[in-house]
């Protein structure tokens, strides 16, 4: 046998035995295994699960939103987990497990819930109906916007205009309503004469289209324009803040001051979120109270708080208390007398 047959059949020999073995590791194996698994615990119960997240109608599910099942892997594998899908939701995870016994395997949700109510999970449609409960909360509402609602404020010390003194005002939701940047901004009309424009974006932010100032009060003797910004964050902690978008304003002459022209903006910090307020004898739920610095920077200098105020929003009614520092002491309280949400 020459060289070269020799080597041929050395070569064929060493891919032989690489076949084979890669045959052998196959074999084994097997080229995709799924594992197997059930979702009883020891006693032969549903295993326990833990829900994670709050679930609120109309609120996109996020990665705070998630569910830990315990499962009993029999066999190694791939593996598929997933809930069905109820109320606009579902749960799902996949992956590969190397060993058995029992895992806790975190289930992702998805989608947007529809309705405030429970629903009962059922995961990979078992036949012991193996699963959990889901409860989604009611949407929180801190803007009634249905036509016709009514409001009534009282100013304390009396505000005064160019009638005398002014004692109380109301606010009507009226037939005007205007869209801007996508939002749908209804009109909030006032017996003084003022317009004001709110919308409601997503579940939790809460818009104005108007000055940076305080609620139904104005402190500027001129503002050059409009401006778009979050007056309410519904989902913030204690401490959150944020602030509107600067315009030019003029200041001074309505306090008796030599008018100064510059540029304003409003810090908005969140003082208390959902904790009971009492205003007027009686107390309200879910109160989220607001504080608002009102900012102003004079051309060519820098900026300073000009006042500060609190504004208290109670759910499915909207602001029912306002508390103004005026410049060189005292306040303007605004609470609300009445209300009437169709």
Same mark, same amino acid.
């Given at each position: 046998?020459?060289?070269?047959?020799?080597?041929?059949?050395?070569?064929?020999?060493?891919?032989?035995?690489?076949?084979?073995?890669?045959?052998?590791?196959?074999?084994?194996?097997?080229?995709?295994?799924?594992?197997?698994?059930?979702?009883?615990?020891?006693?032969?119960?549903?295993?326990?699960?833990?829900?994670?997240?709050?679930?609120?109608?109309?609120?996109?599910?996020?990665?705070?939103?998630?569910?830990?099942?315990?499962?009993?892997?029999?066999?190694?594998?791939?593996?598929?987990?997933?809930?069905?899908?109820?109320?606009?939701?579902?749960?799902?995870?996949?992956?590969?497990? =190397?060993?058995?016994? *029992?895992?806790?395997?975190?289930?992702? &949700? $998805?989608?947007?819930?529809?309705? %405030? !109510?429970?629903?009962?999970?059922?995961?990979?449609?078992?036949?012991?109906?193996?699963?959990?409960?889901?409860?989604?909360?009611?949407?929180?509402?801190?803007?009634?916007?249905?036509?016709?609602?009514?409001?009534?404020?009282?100013?304390?010390?009396?505000?005064?205009?160019?009638?005398?003194?002014?004692?109380?005002?109301?606010?009507?939701?009226?037939?005007?309503?205007?869209?801007?940047?996508?939002?749908?901004?209804?009109?909030?009309?006032?017996?003084?004469?003022?317009?004001?424009?709110?919308?409601?974006?997503?579940?939790?932010?809460?818009?104005?289209?108007?000055?940076?100032?305080?609620?139904?009060?104005?402190?500027?003797?001129?503002?050059?324009?409009?401006?778009?910004?979050?007056?309410?964050?519904?989902?913030?902690?204690?401490?959150? =803040?944020?602030?509107? *978008?600067?315009?030019?304003?003029?200041? &001074? $002459?309505?306090?008796?001051?030599? %008018? !100064?022209?510059?540029?304003?903006?409003?810090?908005?910090?969140?003082?208390?979120?959902?904790?009971?307020?009492?205003?007027?004898?009686?107390?309200?739920?879910?109160?989220?109270?607001?504080?608002?610095?009102?900012?102003?920077?004079?051309?060519?200098?820098?900026?300073?708080?000009?006042?500060?105020?609190?504004?208290?929003?109670?759910?499915?009614?909207?602001?029912?208390?306002?508390?103004?520092?005026?410049?060189?002491?005292?306040?303007?309280?605004?609470?609300?007398?009445?209300?009437?949400?169709?």
């Amino acid at each position: 046998m020459n060289k070269s047959l020799q080597y041929i059949l050395g070569i064929c020999l060493l891919l032989f035995a690489f076949v084979a073995c890669q045959k052998e590791t196959s074999f084994e194996f097997g080229p995709n295994p799924i594992a197997s698994y059930s979702f009883l615990d020891a006693t032969g119960n549903c295993a326990s699960n833990t829900i994670n997240g709050f679930f609120q109608m109309d609120s996109v599910l996020t990665d705070s939103n998630y569910v830990v099942i315990n499962v009993q892997f029999n066999s190694v594998g791939k593996y598929l987990i997933s809930s069905d899908t109820l109320n606009g939701m579902w749960f799902v995870d996949s992956g590969f497990v =190397t060993t058995t016994g *029992p895992k806790q395997i975190k289930l992702k &949700g $998805a989608g947007t819930p529809i309705l %405030p !109510i429970t629903n009962g999970f059922v995961l990979n449609q078992n036949t012991n109906g193996c699963g959990f409960n889901i409860t989604v909360l009611p949407a929180d509402n801190y803007l009634p916007k249905t036509l016709s609602s009514t409001w009534s404020f009282q100013y304390k010390p009396a505000l005064i205009g160019s009638s005398g003194n002014i004692d109380s005002f109301a606010v009507i939701v009226s037939l005007s309503s205007i869209t801007y940047n996508g939002k749908d901004y209804a009109e909030f009309a006032t017996t003084l004469g003022d317009n004001y424009y709110f919308a409601k974006e997503g579940v939790y932010n809460y818009w104005e289209y108007g000055y940076p100032d305080f609620d139904y009060a104005g402190i500027f003797d001129k503002v050059d324009d409009f401006v778009e910004y979050i007056y309410l964050k519904a989902n913030q902690p204690a401490g959150s =803040t944020w602030e509107s *978008p600067a315009i030019g304003a003029t200041y &001074g $002459a309505a306090f008796g001051l030599t %008018p !100064i022209v510059g540029t304003t903006k409003s810090v908005f910090t969140v003082i208390n979120a959902k904790k009971p307020y009492t205003i007027a004898g009686k107390t309200f739920s879910n109160v989220i109270t607001v504080k608002r610095d009102i900012m102003f920077k004079p051309t060519g200098g820098t900026y300073v708080k000009l006042m500060d105020g609190t504004a208290m929003y109670a759910k499915d009614i909207g602001l029912i208390d306002q508390i103004i520092n005026l410049p060189g002491g005292g306040t303007e309280n605004i609470p609300i007398l009445r209300w009437d949400i169709k």
